[in-house]
């Protein structure tokens, strides 16, 4: 499967939201609790066309993924997001990703991941953060890859489907080479 990067636009939410939305419901690797409607996704979209992006990674071969913006397919997302609202942390960012369950093992969250560390090193970040779900063994295998540290755990610190869940957290912080 070749996949090529692009950013996202306001006509991918639909895309986003089908990729987001079954790890809500079904899993506990994200902590929301309801679904995203298709305004909540498009208003999130809003909030990552700028300084703090989400990029999409979309597929140029076949089917699978989820119909994008272009009428292209969508096999996941990545996403910086700002870590804390006191203004010292402002060089500071929270990362995520998400892949389409069908396209997974394949490399595409690895390249998502990579290139949304490569973009927070141009927008002049310094540090970023990832929270993942302690049992959430492929995100910690991933952001181990790409360089990230652990950092800690938190006990207990949510609770989704009836179980207690622990946090783990992991910080890569960019060198001061250019890209
Ligand atoms: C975690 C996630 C993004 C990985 O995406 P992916 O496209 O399947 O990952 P890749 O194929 O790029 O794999 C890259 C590396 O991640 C790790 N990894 C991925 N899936 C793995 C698995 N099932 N078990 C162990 N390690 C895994 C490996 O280190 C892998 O490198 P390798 O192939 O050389 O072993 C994907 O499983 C996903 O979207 N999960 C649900 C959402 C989620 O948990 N997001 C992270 C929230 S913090």
Redesign the pocket.
Known sequence: MRVHIRPVQRADAEALAAIYNP?VIE?T??FDLVPRTLEEQQVWIEEHLGTHPCIVAVNDEDQVGETGAQGDKIL?FAVVTPFRARPAYATTVES????HRE???????????REILAMASDLGFHSII????GA????I??H??VGFSLVGREIEVGRKHGKWLDVVEFQYVIPDTSR
């Open positions: 790890e899993t690797v994200t996941g995520s990703v998400y892949t396209a997974r093992g394949r490399g595409v969250g690895e390249l998502l991941l990832a929270r993942i779900v959430n063994e492929s995100s295998k991933l181990e890859k």
